[in-house]
């Protein structure tokens, strides 16, 4: 049950939300006048989604809380967990693992020593996904643009991504990938702002061990901080450390589970005669759920259906097309849409797409570098049509929400 958070989230909303969304652009102030009220804006954005996707949860409880298992078994000193047949996992002679990255469970471990297996993995997702747009909210303050245009994007990256459907799900494989967003947004933020490459190399190392995909966009902030913010080569060595921590933590957790530094967990999962996992055979069917996959229709009400293996980009968050309006001849612009090409690749050419899902989940982890891309296209202010597009986007995804709520997946 989640009644307790609902009415914790709602009631401290209800101071925030005055602030947050009555806000007007600020007369001049002092340097800490100004932080002081950029930190209370944080807050105030945190707690009101918090309340929002609180509420919109509802009271099922996620069975699929590997992460929560993982996080067991690591204060109990082995990586093996026990896993229930409904729970996807490897399994290598008596044990059982898991099939996702490990950060999530490393977050969670100081919770599951106070309350055990009995830690609800959704309150853990419900809590960072509202960090996740408190700290967009922060990523945008980075960039030219107006408060309101500032508020329509927050709100955006929220209530009209599949962002929110994940996070009110606490699954496995959405806390993944809202954990990913998490450290994702922070590694962006940073080098945004100060770039200092110790800290944006901790991150966005980190990051891989949320989703692996991550560790290939590493050489984008390398090229950001080297050619944009104009860091010298000697202090780039220092975005060093952090990727190193995440390659050790990959490779122990690998040779300890299965004897090797690549993580086989899929490989033992699927079938023996689908041993692929990539292939451009897989291209097609991956390039169509994120870009044509459509919702289907009949004369059963409520009459729009989404389709079980999911929906394109286009007709859950039509708003992204605003990334589009980033200036190519802007060398920030042009890194971080390679970052997001990169970082999409390997799910292009996955064996799945996805399957049960509202949405395309495989690309999550590319929504922070999308959001910086609106935010470097919107030139300022937003227009009527980038109104337009953002209020689509929050309508379709209010529908999945409640179309899942109440018929589930595929009707």
């Not at 960090?131 to 927050?154: P, S």
Request: net charge positive; aromatic share 18%.
């Amino acid at each position: 049950m989640l009644t307790r958070i609902d009415y914790i989230s709602a009631i401290v909303a209800l101071g925030a939300l005055p602030y947050s969304f009555m806000l007007a652009d600020p007369a001049p102030m002092t340097e800490e006048a100004i932080k002081r009220d950029e930190l209370l804006s944080q807050f105030a954005v945190f707690v009101v989604f918090l309340a929002f996707y609180s509420i919109t949860a509802g009271s099922d409880i996620s069975p699929y809380d590997v992460h929560v298992r993982q996080a067991f078994a690591f204060i109990h000193g082995h990586t093996y967990i026990d896993a229930p047949n409904y729970i996807e996992h490897a399994q290598v002679g008596p044990y059982s693992y898991q099939l996702h990255p490990s950060l999530p469970a490393f977050l969670l471990m100081p919770f599951v020593a106070i309350w055990g297996m009995s830690t609800n993995q959704n309150y853990f997702s419900i809590v960072v996904g509202a960090l996740d747009i408190a700290l967009a909210w922060r990523l945008l303050g980075r960039f030219r643009v107006t408060l309101n245009a500032r508020k329509w994007l927050t709100v955006f990256f929220g209530a009209g991504t599949i962002i929110w459907y994940e996070t009110i799900n606490g699954g496995s494989w959405g806390v993944s990938m809202v954990v990913a967003i998490l450290v994702t947004l922070i590694a962006l933020d940073e080098a945004f702002d100060k770039g200092r490459p110790a800290v944006v190399g901790f991150f966005a190392g980190i990051a891989g061990l949320a989703c692996y995909d991550l560790v290939f966009v590493w050489p984008v902030y390398l090229a950001l901080l080297l050619f944009w913010r104009r860091r010298s080569i000697r202090e780039l060595f220092w975005f060093i450390p952090g990727c190193a921590l995440t390659v050790m933590a990959y490779v122990t957790f690998n040779l300890v589970r299965y004897h090797s530094p690549f993580d086989r967990g899929v490989t033992y999962y699927m079938p023996k005669d689908q041993q692929t996992l990539f292939a451009f055979r897989f291209f097609p069917g991956n390039f169509f759920t994120v870009f044509f996959m459509a919702p289907g229709l009949d004369g059963n009400f409520p009459y729009i259906h989404p389709t079980f293996g999911g929906q394109s980009i286009l007709t859950t968050s039509p708003a992204f097309l605003l990334a589009l309006k980033a200036s190519c001849r802007r060398i920030e612009a042009v890194l971080i849409a390679l970052g997001t090409l990169i970082v999409v690749t390997p799910s292009l050419f996955y064996v799945g797409n996805g399957c049960a899902q509202f949405g395309t989940r495989h690309y999550l982890q590319a929504f922070p570098f999308l959001l910086v891309l609106m935010a470097l296209g919107v030139h300022r202010r937003l227009d009527q049509m980038s109104r337009i597009l953002i209020t689509a986007s929050v309508f379709m995804i209010t529908w999945g929400v409640w179309y899942v709520r109440f018929w589930g997946l595929g009707g």
